[in-house]
Structures are given as C-alpha cells and as structure tokens.
C-alpha cells in the first residue's frame, strides 16, 4: 500500500472505530464519552505512527509491537485516555499497582472493545467476539481484580444477552449513580 492508501484506510478505520463506539456509548447513556472518545488518535504523536504502520486488518500498534517491541503511539493513546485499563497504574509504596477502573471509563472501555471487535472481525462478528478476545489475552491477569472482574461480567452479559439489553441495564445502574 502507497501512504495514500495507508492514510486514507486508517482515517476510515478510526472513524468508524469512533462511530461504532458512539453507538454503544449512546445506548449506555454516557454521550460526552461518546462524542470525545480517541480524539488523541488525531493527534500527531498518534496519526504518524498508525498511518506508518496501518495494514487494514488489525490495530497498527500491534504491527508496530512486533517490529520494535513497543509503539510510540499506543505510549501515548493509553497515558491520554483513561478508558484503558493501562492508564489505571500509579507506583504506590515503590510498586507499580493496579486501580480499579471507575465505572464509567469500564463502560467506554467495553464499548471500545465491542466496536474494534466490530471494525476488524466484520461479518465474523457475534454478539461473543469481545469476551473471545478478552479471554484470549493475558491482560486481565494485569488489570486492577474487580476491573477485570467487572469487565468479564459485562462481556459475559453481552454473550448471553446481547448489546441492546446489556447496555440499557448499564444505562439504568449509571444513571442510579448519578442520582446518589
């Protein structure tokens, strides 16, 4: 592929990425999360990179990682956007630990799953792709306990139930937060 291609493929991806999760987001009640969702991915320190290393059928920071062993971009995407579980680490007492994730960024981040899921699997997608994928990785064993936890469940739900039902009873529990 010519960077024109790789640009424009890449441009694509991310606003479809950003419209897919848009929808969920929507459907979960939290709409400012929604409409700023990866707004960092057009920032230069992000765009560059991907564009360099897009090939249209999975993120190109996981194309990146396996060049060097590490992306500049996703560096800067997890510090930037607190929907990834990675941004919840601080050194406490001279030990990187895990947070657990607030509510909200856990929701953003199962919708972030279900639309990449959406985005790269295409008419492979089922309503059991994001909790495949989830389970698949070793990042849980990583993420705060009741983050994983809570992201499983909710992966689980989506499995069993569906986005549609899933997300209105997330949009029920955030709202009786709000209401506190």
């Known amino acids: 592929m010519n960077v024109w291609q790789k640009t424009t493929g890449h441009l694509k991806t991310i606003h479809e990425h ?14 400012r999360q929604g409409l700023t969702h990866d707004l960092s991915k057009y920032s230069p320190s992000e765009l560059f990179p991907s564009i360099r290393y897009y090939q249209g059928y999975r993120s190109p920071y ?7 062993g590490y992306a500049m971009g996703w560096l800067h995407h997890k510090g930037r956007n607190k929907h990834h579980w990675e941004y919840w680490y601080d050194m406490i007492q001279g030990k990187l630990t895990p947070i657990e994730m607030p509510y909200q960024y856990l929701i953003e981040s199962v919708c972030d799953r279900v639309a990449a899921c959406k985005i790269y699997q295409k008419d492979a997608y089922t309503q059991n792709s994001a909790l495949e994928y989830f389970l698949s990785k070793p990042e849980r064993n990583y993420m705060h306990p009741k983050t994983a936890e809570a992201m499983e469940a909710i ?6 139930y569906g986005e549609e039902y899933t997300f209105a009873e997330i949009r029920r529990n955030l709202k009786a937060l709000r209401n506190k």
């Open 18 to 31: 950003r419209r897919e999760v848009r929808k969920c987001c929507f459907a979960c009640g939290l709409y």
């Open 155 to 160: 992966l689980r739900q989506i499995e069993e």
């Open 62 to 68: 996981s194309y990146e990682k396996e060049l060097h």
